[in-house]
Every structure is written in C-alpha cells, then in structure tokens.
C-alpha cells in the first residue's frame, strides 16, 4: 500500500535527518531543511513564525550529545540546572525560578517538556528520555502558552520520536563504551527496528541500556574511601504501532518504559559537619575534603521508574477539514535517598536547640528519603484547517488530570531516645523525626485556537488565544519533633483561570530571508509553601514565616527576529524582551531546612540569540549558536527587619541565568582510509558564563557561613568562606569516525581540558550542616559504533 497523505509529512520529516547524512557526501551539498511541528503544523523550520533551533538526529550523532544536558549548550537561550540524570531543572531565554529542590513539590516548571504529543514536566524531575532513534528535538524559544499550556512560560522543548513507516523493514544498532578520567567506565547499547506488519500496519521498537560511570568519591568513617559513588543504570525501551485502516484515519497506540537507578548524587562538598578542616573527630584526624569528593555516613540512591502509554489518532475529513485526538498516561515513581547524617547531627549540637549531643550521639546515620508518586492523565481534541488556502485555522481543547503524592521521611536510628515524640500522624514512624506526606490533585480545562492569514503571499498575521482554568486541590500532613506543631495539617486549594494571547506577523522579504515579530503572554500557577520546620529555625522562623503564598507568574514576551535561508548557509537571529510579574524565586529559610518561593512583583529578561550553520566546501561544515540574556529583578522585597531579603533587590541577577552562551563546531569530511567510504573529524566547543544558584549568592559577605557548631573540636569563631559565583567554563569536545556502507566507527573524547564545571550550589541547613557544588562529569573517552541494516 503507498503512504496516504497522512503519513506522506511524517515520512518527510523522517527522511530528512537520513538525507543530511547522504547529502553530506554529495559534490551538489546543499544545507537540508527540516519539517517541525512546533505549530501544531508541519511546516518548514525556516518557516515558522517565532524563534526556534531543531536538532535533527544527525546532528545528535555528529556531537555526541546523550542527554539534555549535552543537547542545551548547542542551543542557544536554553539552559539547564542538572543534579544528575532525571533530575534538571530547565530554563529558555532566562525565565528562572533559580534552584528548585527534592522538597519542593509544589512549584511549578517553567518550561514545558514534551514527548511527541505528550506532555511531561515535572519540575526539578525532567525526564532524562534517551536521545536513540528520535527524529529531532525541537527547543521553542517564547512563552508558548497558546498551543502547549503545560508549564510553557519560558518555553517549551519537545523530543520528536522517529515514527513507524508502512512497508519498511529495517533495524540500526548502536553501542559505546566509554572512561571517565579518574572514574569508572560506563557503556550503553541501544537497538531500534521497523517493522512492517502488511499493507496497513507497521511497528517501530526501541530498546537501551545505559551504565553510567561514576567520578564522585566518598569518604567514610575510618578514612575508607568508597569510589564513584554516583554510578548507576538507565534502561528502557519504546514500542509504537502505526495503523492505517483507510486512507485518511490514522490510529498510532504507543507504550514508553524508562528506569533510572543512580547510586549517588554528583555533588563535591565544601564542608561537612563530620569531616571539615576543623574538626578532629575520633574518626580521622582534620581534613579538608578535595576535589569530586564528599563525605557520608549511609549510601544515597536515585531512582526514577516511567511509564508512558499514549495515542494519537488523525482523521482527514475530505472537507478541508482535519481532527487529530491525543490521549495519555503517565506514571512516574521516584525516590531521592540522601545521607541527612550531617543535617540531623547539626540539630543535636545545635546549641540554640538545647539537646547538648555528644559527639558520638551526633554521629547518626540518617536517612532522608523522598518519594513523589505520580499519576497525569490527558486528553486533546483539535481539529484544522486542511487545505492551501490563505487562512489557516486551528483550534482545541485541553484537559489534564495530575495526581501527586509526596513523601519524607527521616529514618535515624536511635533519635527517640533523645527527642522523644508521640507523632499521631504518623504513630509507625519511630526513631523519624520528621514525617510529611502531601497529596496534590492539578485538574485544568484549556481552550485554545490559532488563526493565520496571508497577505500577498509574503505577509502572514496569525493571532492565538488560549483560556485556561485551573484548579488545584493540596493535603498536607507533617509530624515529628523537627515539624511545627502548630501547622501539621493543611487543605489548600489553588484556582485560577485567564487567557494567554499570542499575536504575529511573518514577512517573507525576499525568497531567501523571512522577518518575523510576535508578542505573546505566558503564565505559570502559584501556590502555598509548606509550613516552615519552626522547631529547627529558632531566629530565621521570623525572617521567613511571612511568605507563605506565592502568586501567578505572568509575562509579556516582545520579539523580533529574521531567517534567512540560502543553499550554503543558514542564519537565524532574534532579540526579545520579557517582561515578567509575580516571578516566583526560590530561597533557603536559612537554618529551618526548608525552601520556600517569594513572588517578586517586577522582572525583566532581555536578550538576543544568533545561529549559524555554514556549509562552505562540500567537505566542511561549521555551526555557531550563541546567546546573551540579561536577567534581572525590577522591584525589591523587604524582611521583616525592612533590609533586603535574600538579595532580592532592584537591579540583582535572576538566579540560575548565565549572561553568555556560546557553542561552535566543525566538520571536516575525508577521503576514507582503513577501506571506509569516508571518514570525518568533528571538533566542538561550548561556553558558559558565570550564574548564581539563589539571590542572596550575588550579596557581599552571603559567602562566609558559620560553620562553628560545637562538635569534636571544632572553634566556636569557626567560619567557611566559599565561591557563590558559579564559574564560567570552556568545554571542548573531539571526534573521529569511519563510515562504511552499514556501519560507523567513532573514537571520541568529551571535556578534553577535565574541566571541572560547578552547576548549582547547595547548602544544608543554613550552610551549617554542609556545603557543596554539583558539577560536571570529568574528561572522558571511548568508542560508538553503529550500524543499520
């Protein structure tokens, strides 16, 4: 049966990605063009009317990008906060919270994450979807709140699945094995297949593995030494089924697993209560913990367990009329297990607390352990426009029903013997002191439409109108000694409802360059902190108790941009301006260990981005992306006391926001040697400028902790000075590689310089239990070879 003119635009897109591989080799070479669907159209990506950067799957293989991580330094304005696999945090075009945390459930994310048709944000827990076999991931820069309402303030990144194509057969292999410099090794091997399954039937499965090598070392007591702590596993697979019982109804069922098993946290520490400079223990003798390493007294874990299971069906009326529906289920299990030895052991030598511990007392193991359980069910229903006419129309309905359950708990042995507690709520756990479960029931109706008009054949003006209404429903239940007993039981709800507009005009100047504008509104739900752990913050309850509700977060996006496309170049470019009310930020309550968000009444972003891709001979080809974005608060927000809060203030930086964003890379292709077609050389580079991790880190002095609680020794003037500014960095990449007629070899080597990037900054307690940076993976090499038949 020959491809319907359903399947004819998936099948294009999909040959593209192969087309760029051929045509590389080809004396005529001309840059391809990619089919997007960031629209909820296809369209060219040189024709859509806002800014955009798509990274097909070819250009995924060339530069050796695994993860988001990997992925967003080649993307101009998209940024990510990583703390290991499974848990970043993601920001476009500086639209930041700054550091979100494991116990932060109710914040919202800014940017929204999309798995083909299904949404998947989650914030601080991104999925870490593995890169095999997707057609392209597509970064829309913007608030997107018109046609992708699920957390799309900042933007949206959406990962595009290759899809099954009718009457194909074919299978492609791809596996690696890598080193990390002073690490452990790591390896992953990965398997996708078409299948064809008759005339009107196909199947596409995917299957991984993934070992992650480690590089984070672990002290113990008795000077011992655990090595590369932060390994683990990733593994997973897809299996898709496309049918076509008539030439115009589609019905593709899918189901996605992923599970995610880390040993640890890629976090190197500053400072730890039990093993600092100071200290002098009856465990070692004082000591300053060095680089990639940490201390601990029990073993950390992460794990994360996905279940997806969606559909999309598509139906061509015959009356220039198309209905497309998308349903999905997600299920995500999660636990974050971390040494909390350091944070409870602080609260028993906590003079301000009064429980007086001994140094053997304080040294406790404990546990924290927090698990989300998460359950989301979508629906959407649109129908559009099918014809060539000039008006284009499309419009939908929208409705999500999210349900997450979040737990702590804070196992150490012992505990009760020295804070006794007669928890009601939680009457089974004993030697915990602290307990929490919150439930949150996130139910929304949208509706939503886009109509585009063309003029003259080179002026389109396309207006879009999105009406949310939200409802959010919160139980919250805490008990223990370390808990307010005066808050221990709360049921929040959380409504809200409005509309985002979206307004743009494309003008083809001439067959080669296109100028676009576009004013766009987005929006982010507010909530309710949990109450502070007041039995912990003695002189911070007051400084923070005053913030317990956050607002909405809107924004008003303003951005101008142009294309142009020629047949050895492309340059696309933008300057853009945001501006943003009720930006929730999130704080450290100092020594309460809880987080909380402050609404800042005024912010701005304001920025350009430029992306270049040169094909100057037919064996060279170059690509440049670069950002700049100033990122900063327009208001201030006061204490208690009337100073400034937590360097908020009129002027400062927005955390997590790096000015400057810079990546380049090069392709040179060979004459192939060792019998092969050809063979390449690839060279990449990536820049990143300084950034903060909280507010209050730009602030003079906020760099000194009190690190002087009275254990083993330990001074009572004793204070910590560390580097808030996380540092700029330059990582350089290089690869190699063999091409023969079903198979490719590539030797590579990533971080060549063994920089040692600081991602975010974290402190326990104040700073007063522990410090520490997360940071980037070491210089690492290995071999991929793939392989297709």
């Given at each position: 049966?020959?491809?319907?003119?359903?399947?004819?635009?998936?099948?294009?897109?999909?040959?593209?990605?192969?087309?760029?591989?051929?045509q590389?080799?080809d004396?005529?070479?001309?840059?391809p063009?990619?089919?997007?669907?960031a629209?909820k159209?296809y369209?060219?990506?040189?024709e859509v009317?806002?800014?955009?950067?798509?990274?097909?799957?070819?250009?995924?293989?060339?530069?050796?990008?695994?993860?988001?991580?990997?992925?967003?330094?080649?993307?101009?304005?998209?940024?990510?906060?990583?703390?290991?696999?499974?848990?970043?945090?993601?920001?476009?075009?500086g639209?930041?919270?700054?550091?979100?945390?494991?116990?932060q459930?109710?914040?919202k994310?800014?940017?929204?994450?999309?798995?083909?048709?299904?949404?998947?944000?989650?914030?601080?827990?991104?999925?870490?979807?593995?890169?095999?076999?997707?057609?392209?991931v597509?970064t829309?820069?913007?608030?997107?709140?018109?046609?992708?309402g699920?957390?799309?303030?900042?933007g949206?990144?959406?990962?595009?699945?290759n899809?099954?194509?009718?009457?194909?057969?074919?299978?492609?292999?791809?596996?690696n094995?890598?080193?990390?410099?002073?690490?452990?090794?790591?390896?992953?091997?990965?398997?996708?297949?078409?299948?064809?399954l008759?005339?009107?039937m196909?199947?596409?499965?995917?299957?991984?593995?993934?070992?992650?090598?480690?590089f984070?070392?672990?002290?113990?007591?008795?000077d011992?030494v655990?090595?590369?702590?932060?390994?683990?596993?990733?593994?997973?697979?897809?299996?898709?089924l496309?049918?076509?019982p008539?030439e115009?109804?589609?019905?593709a069922?899918?189901?996605?697993?992923?599970?995610i098993d880390?040993?640890?946290f890629?976090?190197?520490?500053?400072?730890?209560?039990?093993?600092?400079?100071?200290?002098?223990?009856?465990?070692?003798?004082?000591?300053?913990?060095?680089?990639?390493?940490?201390f601990?007294l029990?073993d950390?874990?992460?794990?994360?367990?996905?279940?997806?299971?969606?559909?999309?069906?598509?139906w061509?009326?015959?009356?220039?009329?198309g209905?497309?529906?998308?349903?999905?289920?997600?299920?995500?299990?999660?636990?974050?297990?971390?040494?909390?030895s350091?944070?409870?052991?602080s609260?028993g030598?906590?003079?301000?607390?009064g429980?007086?511990?001994?140094?053997?007392?304080?040294?406790?193991p404990?546990?924290?352990?927090?698990?989300?359980?998460?359950?989301?069910?979508?629906?959407?229903?649109?129908?559009?426009?099918?014809?060539d006419?000039?008006?284009?129309?499309?419009?939908?309905?929208?409705?999500?029903?999210?349900?997450?359950?979040y737990?702590?708990?804070?196992?150490?042995?012992?505990?009760?013997?020295?804070?006794?507690?007669?928890?009601?709520?939680?009457?089974?756990?004993?030697?915990?002191?602290?307990?929490?479960?919150?439930?949150?029931d996130?139910?929304?109706?949208?509706?939503?439409g886009?109509?585009t008009?063309?003029?003259?054949?080179?002026?389109?003006l396309?207006?879009?109108?999105?009406?949310?209404?939200w409802?959010?429903?919160?139980?919250?239940?805490?008990?223990?000694?370390?808990?307010?007993?005066?808050?221990q039981?709360?049921?929040i709800?959380?409504?809200?409802?409005?509309y985002?507009?979206?307004?743009?005009?494309?003008y083809?100047?001439t067959?080669?360059?296109?100028?676009?504008?576009?004013i766009?509104?987005?929006?982010?739900?507010?909530?309710?902190?949990?109450?502070?752990?007041?039995?912990?913050?003695?002189?911070?309850?007051?400084n923070?108790?005053g913030?317990?509700?956050?607002d909405?977060?809107?924004?008003?996006n303003?951005?101008?941009g142009?294309?142009?496309?020629?047949?050895?170049?492309?340059?696309?470019?933008?300057?853009?301006?945001?501006?943003?009310?009720?930006?929730g930020?999130?704080?450290?309550?100092?020594?309460?260990?809880?987080?909380?968000?402050?609404?800042?009444p005024?912010?701005?972003t304001?920025?350009?981005?430029?992306?270049?891709?040169?094909?100057?001979?037919?064996?060279l080809?170059?690509?440049?992306?670069?950002?700049?974005v100033?990122?900063?608060?327009?208001?201030?927000?006061?204490a208690?006391?009337?100073?400034?809060?937590?360097g908020?203030?009129?002027?400062n930086?927005?955390?997590?926001?790096?000015?400057w964003?810079?990546?380049?890379?090069?392709?040179?292709?060979?004459p192939?040697?060792?019998?092969?077609e050809?063979?390449?050389i690839?060279?990449?580079?990536q820049?990143?400028?300084?950034?903060i991790?909280?507010p209050?880190d730009?602030?003079?002095?906020?760099?000194?902790f009190?690190t002087?609680?009275?254990?083993?020794?330990?001074p009572?003037?004793?204070?910590?000075e560390?580097?808030?500014?996380?540092?700029?960095?330059?990582?350089?990449?290089l690869?190699?590689?063999?091409?023969?007629d079903?198979l490719e070899?590539?030797?590579?080597?990533?971080?060549?310089?063994?920089?040692?990037?600081?991602?975010?900054?974290?402190?326990?307690?104040?700073?007063?239990?522990r410090?520490?940076?997360?940071?980037?993976?070491?210089?690492?090499?290995?071999?991929?070879?793939?392989?297709?038949f």
């Amino acid at each position: 049966m020959a491809s319907t003119g359903l399947t004819q635009n998936l099948l294009a897109q999909q040959e593209e990605s192969s087309k760029s591989q051929d045509q590389a080799r080809d004396s005529d070479y001309v840059l391809p063009g990619l089919y997007v669907t960031a629209t909820k159209r296809y369209l060219p990506e040189q024709e859509v009317p806002f800014s955009l950067n798509v990274q097909s799957e070819d250009e995924i293989e060339r530069l050796g990008t695994t993860n988001l991580e990997d992925l967003s330094r080649n993307v101009a304005g998209l940024s990510i906060q990583n703390l290991g696999p499974g848990q970043s945090v993601i920001n476009i075009r500086g639209i930041s919270s700054g550091q979100i945390v494991r116990d932060q459930p109710g914040v919202k994310e800014q940017v929204g994450v999309y798995l083909d048709e299904t949404p998947l944000s989650l914030s601080l827990f991104t999925p870490d979807i593995d890169l095999f076999d997707l057609n392209r991931v597509e970064t829309l820069r913007g608030p997107q709140g018109t046609l992708f309402g699920s957390g799309s303030i900042g933007g949206t990144v959406r990962y595009i699945t290759n899809q099954p194509i009718l009457g194909v057969n074919e299978t492609k292999l791809e596996m690696n094995a890598n080193q990390i410099d002073d690490g452990s090794h790591g390896e992953h091997f990965k398997i996708a297949s078409n299948i064809s399954l008759g005339d009107a039937m196909a199947a596409r499965a995917v299957a991984y593995y993934t070992g992650y090598g480690g590089f984070i070392d672990a002290l113990r007591v008795g000077d011992t030494v655990d090595e590369d702590v932060d390994d683990g596993n990733r593994f997973g697979g897809r299996f898709a089924l496309l049918w076509e019982p008539s030439e115009n109804l589609s019905i593709a069922p899918r189901i996605v697993y992923q599970n995610i098993d880390l040993g640890g946290f890629n976090r190197e520490e500053a400072y730890n209560l039990f093993k600092s400079p100071y200290t002098d223990p009856q465990l070692s003798t004082p000591v300053e913990l060095d680089r990639r390493e940490q201390f601990l007294l029990l073993d950390e874990a992460f794990e994360d367990e996905t279940l997806i299971l969606d559909a999309v069906i598509k139906w061509e009326t015959g009356n220039a009329l198309g209905v497309t529906y998308t349903t999905s289920y997600v299920s995500r299990d999660i636990l974050v297990s971390r040494d909390a030895s350091a944070l409870t052991g602080s609260v028993g030598v906590d003079p301000d607390i009064g429980l007086n511990f001994s140094d053997d007392d304080a040294l406790r193991p404990s546990n924290l352990r927090d698990t989300t359980d998460l359950e989301q069910v979508t629906h959407e229903l649109r129908v559009s426009s099918d014809d060539d006419g000039a008006l284009q129309w499309l419009a939908g309905v929208f409705f999500p029903d999210v349900e997450r359950d979040y737990s702590q708990r804070l196992p150490t042995p012992g505990y009760d013997m020295f804070l006794p507690s007669a928890d009601t709520n939680f009457p089974d756990a004993v030697d915990s002191p602290y307990n929490s479960d919150l439930t949150y029931d996130l139910q929304q109706t949208a509706l939503f439409g886009e109509v585009t008009y063309m003029l003259l054949d080179r002026l389109a003006l396309t207006a879009g109108l999105r009406w949310y209404d939200w409802e959010e429903d919160k139980t919250f239940l805490s008990g223990g000694p370390f808990s307010n007993s005066a808050a221990q039981h709360q049921d929040i709800r959380v409504s809200s409802d409005g509309y985002n507009p979206r307004y743009m005009v494309s003008y083809e100047a001439t067959d080669n360059v296109r100028v676009n504008a576009q004013i766009s509104k987005g929006f982010r739900l507010g909530g309710v902190n949990d109450p502070l752990n007041e039995p912990l913050c003695k002189s911070d309850y007051d400084n923070y108790r005053g913030y317990q509700e956050f607002d909405d977060e809107t924004l008003w996006n303003y951005e101008l941009g142009f294309k142009s496309s020629y047949e050895k170049i492309i340059v696309n470019g933008s300057v853009f301006y945001s501006d943003i009310e009720d930006l929730g930020v999130n704080i450290d309550a100092g020594m309460c260990s809880s987080r909380v968000t402050i609404s800042v009444p005024e912010a701005h972003t304001a920025g350009a981005e430029l992306e270049v891709s040169v094909r100057p001979t037919t064996a060279l080809h170059v690509t440049f992306a670069g950002s700049y974005v100033e990122a900063e608060f327009d208001s201030t927000v006061a204490a208690v006391d009337g100073s400034v809060l937590h360097g908020i203030e009129d002027g400062n930086r927005i955390p997590s926001v790096p000015e400057w964003q810079l990546s380049g890379s090069a392709t040179y292709i060979l004459p192939g040697v060792l019998s092969a077609e050809e063979s390449y050389i690839t060279a990449s580079w990536q820049y990143v400028d300084t950034s903060i991790t909280q507010p209050g880190d730009q602030v003079e002095g906020e760099n000194v902790f009190d690190t002087n609680f009275p254990y083993a020794g330990t001074p009572a003037g004793q204070t910590t000075e560390v580097d808030l500014t996380l540092d700029s960095y330059h990582l350089f990449n290089l690869s190699a590689g063999l091409v023969y007629d079903a198979l490719e070899l590539t030797v590579f080597a990533k971080n060549i310089t063994d920089e040692n990037p600081k991602l975010s900054f974290d402190r326990e307690r104040g700073g007063r239990a522990r410090l520490g940076y997360r940071v980037g993976q070491p210089r690492t090499i290995g071999v991929t070879a793939r392989m297709h038949f």
